[in-house]
């Protein structure tokens, strides 16, 4: 009796659909969407650090807040001291 291993064809055809998922849609709408949150939306983004005193950390932490004043949405970093 011939055995026969499956498992490659199964995961060619998942790859596929995601594939082929990821083909559809308007990106010009989903980007303008993203941009900009609905009021009823509001979201709060914490960047957590492993290490506050760390230069790049630190440099990160300027970045988030500048990300939070162009765009609007409440986000801060808070880690440890």
């Not at 498992?7 to 995601?18: A, K, N, P, Q, R």
């Not at 960047?47 to 506050?52: G, Q």
């Not at 765009?71 to 808070?78: F, H, I, L, P, R």
Request: net charge positive; with cysteine; charged share 15%.
């Amino acid at each position: 009796m011939k055995h026969r291993n499956r498992t490659g064809g199964v995961f060619g055809v998942m790859g596929l659909c995601v594939a082929l998922s990821a083909c559809g849609g308007t990106p010009a709408a989903s980007q303008a969407a993203a941009s900009q949150p609905a009021a009823a939306e509001a979201h709060t983004i914490v960047v957590v650090p492993k290490d506050s005193t760390n230069p790049w950390f630190v440099r990160m932490e300027t970045g988030v807040k500048k990300c939070a004043t162009e765009t609007g949405v409440k986000a801060y970093q808070k880690g440890p001291s």
